[in-house]
T-cell receptor
Framework: AQSVTQPDIHITVSEGASLELRCNYS??????LFWYVQSPGQGLQLLLK??????LVQGIKGFEAEFKRSQSSFNLRKPSVHWSDAAEYFC????????????FGKGTHLIIQP | GAGVSQTPSNKVTEKGKYVELRCDPI?????LYWYRQSLGQGPEFLIY????????DSGLPNDRFFAVRPEGSVSTLKIQRTERGDSAVYLC????????????FGQGTRLTVV
């Protein structure tokens, strides 16, 4: 069965600083990988996804993520965070070849310091 | 509407009662998913519909949970004999094809069983 680990429950970053949120997955083959963001009172929004090809994926709001097969990781990065980036971030994995539901990590709560 | 709509936004019910949660997906989206998100956790897959049929209901925790999508659009998640442990936010997502393309989430229904 697939699983996702987000080792950091909370991360605090100063506004304007760079950000990296960690995600490790367990899956028997190369999975589909996703990052979602959840702001208070808002639904989950897709930031970016990896299916195949270039392992560095660009997303919305200036986010990017890099798939590293050797490390089973899909870390999310942003060069300079804004106060509006404060939210809960979820990494998720999906099985190839199917339209089944995703398996989500427990999330990382991002706090932005002024 | 423009997005996935879930009603009610909040539901408080007494232990042992029956509840129905409604999801209106984006028009034309054939895939519909239900997830459950407990406090401090990521969304947990419950059931997936492709059209009118449940393609995968392996995430339903027990036979008190049931979902329908009779006309391939609106879906209702039904919970019988509610228990305090059912308290969570129930999320609905829809997609043109499946989760491995972009899926759009509703804002969820917060269910509290007292």
């Amino acid at each position: 069965a697939q699983s996702v680990t987000q080792p950091d429950i909370h991360i605090t970053v100063s506004e304007g600083a760079s950000l990296e949120l960690r995600c490790n997955y367990s899956y028997g083959a190369t999975p589909y990988l996703f990052w979602y963001v959840q702001s208070p009172g808002q639904g989950l929004q897709l930031l970016l996804k990896y299916f195949s090809g270039d392992t560095l994926v660009q997303g919305i709001k200036g986010f990017e993520a890099e798939f590293k097969r050797s490390q089973s990781s899909f870390n999310l990065r942003k060069p300079s965070v804004h106060w509006s980036d404060a939210a809960e971030y979820f990494c998720a994995v999906g099985a190839r070849g199917g339209a089944d539901g995703l398996t989500f990590g427990k999330g990382t709560h991002l706090i932005i310091q002024p | 509407g423009a997005g996935v709509s879930q009603t009610p936004s909040n539901k408080v019910t007494e232990k042992g009662k029956y509840v129905e949660l409604r999801c209106d997906p984006i028009s034309g989206h054939t895939a519909l998913y239900w997830y459950r998100q407990s406090l401090g956790q990521g969304p947990e897959f419950l059931i997936y519909f492709q059209g009118t049929g449940a393609a995968d209901d392996s995430g339903l925790p027990n036979d008190r949970f049931f979902a329908v999508r009779p006309e391939g659009s609106v879906s209702t998640l039904k919970i019988q004999r509610t228990e305090r442990g059912d308290s969570a936010v129930y999320l609905c997502a829809s997609s043109p094809q499946g989760m491995n393309t972009e899926a759009f989430f509703g804002q969820g229904t917060r269910l509290t069983v007292v």
